[in-house]
């Protein structure tokens, strides 16, 4: 996939559900960009603007996450598997701050703190939704 | 192989164990820990089969079960078809089988989409859930939680539920929870009564300080 | 007694718009809270929102004390019912401005705009209007009727608890948390299992340089696991090949059944692959 290979950052993914569903996830809404879809290859970036970071606030967590607005493209790519995924910032999270210093380790190398949410969709082309989190390199 | 081609799981399961037990062993490389993560992780990513087509995904509410075709209502008004064959994981509070797929149930799914346009499911997780909640309540079958403005009640599963306390693995020990702590919840949705089947529970490193 | 509701609304209202005050003015959550609450969005700013809260609750002590001290002239009472309006007034944008939460991530747990916001902003603007129409300082009033006085401010007080902010967190919360520290942890008999859960497994083993080395072969998630004589295997579904020469297979993973990331960091991992017609196995080394 074409869609970045200058390294932007790397931690912790996890998944997140939004736009219309089912569940407990009914309630989600369209997102801090109002486009936010689980189906779509999609992500929360917690630094999507400036009222984004004051509510993720990774930098209690030491990580200076660069501003990438909605729309912006990224690739993620799963630190075990090598498989990758592009995805759209289309919201804003995770909540870094809640997870300070949290890490999952692949083979010995670890990556520490939520950095970016990816939709059902995104998520499962890299890993299994059952997992709860991935160690991830992110490219632009 | 007539162990392997019996109807009986268990002789099928023991056939399994041998031709597991009998393959190569693999072990972690302690070489990588010692250098820089990022060069470590740099190494070519070897490229997944070109023959093979992008996986493509799926999402809504069971309508109907036809043999191992599940009919979905995406969230969208749209529509899918999902095959369901023996070499598709089914993930519904654990691994099971198509036989626990229920009409009403909740499904993602990844697959292939196939010329007759089904899509020939690889894994399907049905009723799945990752919830950021906060816990409100501990019981001792269940655990009162807040997700944004909404209370859901979170059923503990014996020998199911798990929780992850910071950065260490999963444990069966659930006794370190704390009422007020924030958790990444994964579960299995019930449709009948909105209530979670918890599976982990994941709480924050030095969790249970205030914020 | 609607003329001692009407006298005693100072009293009720000082009570409500001191804390209150007090609360935005010196609580440390101000500055926490004002980012994610839609007055940042009117600002564009979660700094302008927080200088913004306190400056309000300032105004709202300063009013509290105008309805409860002397002299009693009808000012305060009409500048509570104009904030009332205010109130409302905000609340009805906060609506339009984010109806919902945005998403899982971002639920506004600490600002939820629920009906009881609504209510008790209307509160503020009635108990506003009854004040400036009092026809005698509430301490008059009370002095006359001193039980039906108390019975009024109490039942007011219970009326407002039940429509303070998120109930849960101010009472039901500490309750069960006392109630735990009482009669222990209801969970604790949990901490003495020793069996390793399937989840710390999976996590191994996804973790692990075996999974790497076969990931590209593996197509599903976790088909079926089990222990067997100490060992848990794992099955898993793929496709191995390319082109023609795909053919489906099994994964199987053998692990050692009590091990996970806290008790190993490199984990011997069994590996191969199983042709899935016939059972043979496709891939001798991983």
């Known amino acids: 996939m074409a869609c970045g290979s200058t390294k932007l950052w790397n931690g912790e993914a996890t998944w997140f559900c939004c736009g219309s569903a089912w569940g407990p996830c009914a309630s989600a809404g369209g997102g801090a960009c109002g486009t936010c879809r689980s189906s779509a290859l999609q992500a929360a970036w917690p630094n999507a603007s400036k009222a984004c970071w004051d509510i993720t606030r990774p930098d209690l967590c030491g990580e200076d996450i660069p501003r990438r607005g909605c729309g912006s493209v990224m690739k993620v790519r799963h630190d075990c598997s090598g498989a990758s995924v592009c995805v759209t910032v289309s919201d804003c999270g995770p909540r870094t701050r809640s997870f300070c210093s949290e890490s999952t380790c692949c083979d010995g190398v670890c990556r520490t703190n939520r950095v970016i949410d990816l939709t059902p969709a995104a998520f499962s082309a890299i890993g299994s939704l059952s997992s709860g989190t991935l160690p991830v390199s992110i490219f632009e | ?211 | 007694m609607s003329a001692l509701v009407r006298d005693l609304a100072s009293l009720v209202l000082a009570g409500v718009l001191g804390p209150a005050g007090a609360g935005k003015l010196f609580g440390r959550g101000t500055a926490r809270q004002a980012p994610r609450t839609a007055l940042a969005r009117l600002l564009r700013d979660g700094g302008r929102a927080a200088l913004a809260l306190r400056v309000l609750g300032a105004v709202e002590l300063l009013l509290a004390a105008g309805l409860l001290a002397p002299p009693a002239t009808p000012l305060p009472g009409a500048a509570a019912a104009l904030l009332g309006a205010g109130f409302l007034g905000y609340l009805g944008y906060a609506r339009a401005a984010a109806p919902g939460s945005s998403c899982g991530c971002t639920a506004r747990q600490d600002a939820p705009l629920t009906w009881r916001a609504f209510v008790r902003a209307a509160a503020v603007l009635a108990g506003g209007a009854a004040a400036a129409l009092a026809q005698q300082p509430w301490w008059t009033a009370a002095g006359r009727r001193p039980a039906a006085a108390l019975c009024l401010v109490l039942a007011a007080a219970a009326a407002l608890t039940a429509l303070a902010a998120d109930p849960d967190r101010r009472w039901r919360m500490p309750l069960r948390r006392l109630r735990l520290r009482i009669t222990g942890h209801p969970l604790a008999a949990t901490g003495a299992g020793t069996a390793v859960p399937v989840a710390a497994t999976v996590e191994l083993l996804e973790r692990s340089r075996a999974w790497q080395s076969v990931s590209r072969v593996v197509r599903s998630a976790l088909l079926d696991h089990w222990d067997d004589g100490g060992w848990r295997i794992l099955q898993f579904a793929g496709v191995y090949g390319g082109g023609q020469a795909a053919r489906p297979v099994l994964v199987l993973f053998a692990v050692d059944a009590g091990a996970s990331l806290d008790t190993v960091r490199e984990p011997a991992v069994r590996v191969s692959v199983l042709d899935a017609d016939s059972g043979a196995p496709v891939m001798a080394t991983a």
């Not at chain 2, 493509?56 to 009919?71: M, P, S, W």
């Not at chain 2, 995406?74 to 036989?99: F, I, L």
């Not at chain 2, 999963?170 to 009564?193: H, M």
């Open chain 2, 1 to 211: 192989m007539s162990a392997y081609r019996t109807g009986d799981p268990l002789d099928r399961r023991r056939f399994l164990t041998t031709a597991a037990l009998h393959g190569a062993t693999v072990v972690g490389a302690t070489a990588l820990g010692a250098v820089d993560a990022d060069a470590a992780f740099a190494a070519p990513i070897r490229p997944l089969d070109p023959a093979v087509a992008e996986s493509a995904f799926a999402e809504g509410r069971i309508t109907a079960i036809n043999d191992d075709v599940l009919a979905v209502a995406g969230s969208y008004g749209d529509h899918s078809r999902v095959r369901v064959t023996g070499a598709t994981s089914v993930w519904k509070a654990r691994a099971t089988t198509a036989a626990d797929i229920e009409t009403g149930d909740g499904l993602y799914a990844r697959g292939v989409p196939l010329p007759d346009g089904t899509l020939a499911a690889d894994a399907v997780w049905v009723n799945i859930v990752n919830l950021h909640a906060t816990i409100r309540g501990i019981e001792k079958t269940r655990l009162h939680l807040a997700h944004g403005q909404h209370e859901i009640v979170g059923n503990l599963m014996a020998e199911t539920t798990s929780a992850a306390y910071g950065t260490a693995s999963p444990t069966a020990d659930l006794s370190r929870l704390t009422i007020g702590q924030s958790a990444q919840v994964l579960g299995a949705w019930r449709p009948s009564d909105g209530s979670v089947d918890l599976v982990r529970v994941a709480v924050a490193p030095g969790a249970g300080r205030r914020r």
